[in-house]
T-cell receptor, first 115, second 113 residues
Framework: DAGVTQSPTHLIKTRGQHVTLRCSPI?????VSWYQQVLGQGPQFIFQ???????GRGNFPDRFSARQFPNYSSELNVNALLLGDSALYLC??????????????FGEGSRLTVL | AQSVTQLGSHVSVSEGALVLLRCNYS??????LFWYVQYPNQGLQLLLK??????LVKGINGFEAEFKKSETSFHLTKPSAHMSDAAEYFC???????????FGTGTSLTVIP
């Protein structure tokens, strides 16, 4: 079975631009989460979506938004890019429900560089 | 608030030596705890998880971790390091009411031949 897939794998943008990152979860997983990992740091929680509804939001500005589609894939959008948005953006999917610990399965990430 | 602290941002061990990576958690209730590994330019891979079923948890690649409530610790160990263990290791705690994970700052493991 395919794991979590993310696209694009690498991208370069300039300050002020907008970026859209995409994620396809593992088949059967209805929860998708987004994390930002700045170089040398642990991943920081941005959003969680479950059944197409936002179920959690981390401490990120409104420039960050996301959505989940009926097929459970997801997009992360970042507007008005800043240099500090340069990071590895990780998507993770999980099973949510009784008896599940909800462990995260990560994709390989989208590395965003803002110049 | 639930969080984890990883002591030691860099750990070096000789090949064949014991690996010990430290993680302490802060939580008002028994948490779900995880160890993830990240190889260069890759995503995170689950090593093992604690879900209150057993205090000694065995994971993949010979790693294990012991949950010690009295010490609020969940240290990761491996009896004998292999060159392929060189990577970044993250301890994480999951919030009980949701699915938000809080990661430590990571420990970079170097294995010396």
């Amino acid at each position: 079975d395919a794991g979590v897939t993310q696209s694009p794998t690498h991208l370069i943008k300039t300050r002020g631009q907008h970026v859209t990152l995409r994620c396809s979860p593992i088949s059967g997983h209805k929860s998708v989460s987004w994390y930002q990992q700045v170089l040398g740091q642990g991943p920081q929680f941005i959003f969680q979506y479950y059944e197409k509804e936002e179920r959690g939001r981390g401490n990120f500005p409104d420039r960050f938004s996301a959505r989940q589609f009926p097929n459970y894939s997801s997009e992360l959008n970042v507007n008005a890019l800043l240099l500090g948005d340069s990071a590895l953006y990780l998507c993770a999917s999980s099973l949510i429900g009784m008896g599940n610990t909800g462990e995260l399965f990560f994709g390989e990430g989208s590395r965003l560089t803002v110049l | 608030a639930q969080s984890v602290t990883q002591l030691g941002s860099h750990v070096s061990v000789s090949e064949g030596a014991l690996v010990l990576l430290r993680c302490n958690y802060s939580s008002s209730v028994p948490p779900y705890l995880f160890w993830y590994v990240q190889y260069p330019n890759q995503g995170l891979q689950l090593l093992l998880k604690y879900t209150s079923a057993a205090t000694l948890v065995k994971g993949i690649n010979g790693f294990e971790a012991e949950f010690k409530k009295s010490e609020t610790s969940f240290h990761l160990t491996k009896p004998s390091a292999h060159m392929s263990d060189a990577a970044e290791y993250f301890c994480a705690v999951k919030r009980g009411t949701g699915n938000q994970f809080y990661f430590g700052t990571g420990t970079s493991l170097t294995v010396i031949p």
